[in-house]
């Protein structure tokens, strides 16, 4: 696998990782947005394959035990959610520039295996505006978005361990200027 070509996206909760990597799936063909594996229940709209793989907890830690993830992580305590190794060597050989949108702990790792790709922040213009996202987006219990504040805490320290941060404050630029960091631009 050649690390150059892969960049990896993390950032708090709701901080808009999926809006900004859609944006990338409808925009840039020339970049493979990878599809993680998750053992939690799809939400509305969500389509297996597309969006994530959905498996039960035993495929999941099938793929775990047998060396299968690049990485993988519990989040917020309860689901468990990774990046099928296989699928990112084969868009790597394919020549393919590959974009991991993963949490911080998926960063970690990959960062261990992989210490030569690029390392994306996605920051929210304030702490404000990350709590109206989480809320209203309306998938999460009042006791699940707690939690995921408490997180999303934690995640936003850890955002010096990133080569470059981006605010995302407008989907469509802060999508630009990822894709601009990868070495492409819109034709």
């Known amino acids: 696998m050649t690390a150059a070509s892969v960049t990896v996206l993390a950032g708090p909760t709701a901080v808009g990782k999926g809006t900004v990597s859609t944006y990338i799936r409808d925009n840039y063909p020339d970049v493979w947005l990878s599809v993680s594996a998750t053992t939690r229940d799809p939400r509305p709209g969500e389509e297996d394959g597309v969006h994530y793989f959905f498996v039960g907890?035993?495929?999941f830690h099938q793929l775990v035990d047998?060396?299968?993830?690049?990485?993988w992580a519990v989040v917020h305590g309860q689901n468990s959610?990774?990046?099928i190794r296989s699928t990112v060597d084969d868009a790597v050989a394919n020549g393919k520039?590959?974009?991991l949108e993963i949490d911080l702990q998926g960063a970690r790792q990959v960062k261990e295996t992989l210490p030569e790709a690029k390392?994306?922040?996605?920051a929210p213009p304030t702490w404000d505006e990350l709590v109206r996202r989480l809320i209203g987006r309306g998938t999460e219990t009042a006791q699940e978005q707690q939690r995921?504040?408490?997180t999303a805490k934690l995640e936003l320290a850890a955002e010096s361990e990133f080569d470059v941060t981006i605010v995302n404050d407008d989907v469509s630029r802060a999508a630009e200027e990822l894709v601009a960091l990868m070495g492409l631009k819109n034709d």
């Open 148 to 150: 995921r504040l408490e």
């Open 57 to 59: 907890p035993e495929k």
């Open 81 to 83: 959610y990774g990046t």
């Open 119 to 122: 390392f994306v922040f996605l």
């Open 66 to 71: 047998g060396g299968d993830m690049l990485e």
């Open 97 to 99: 520039k590959v974009l």
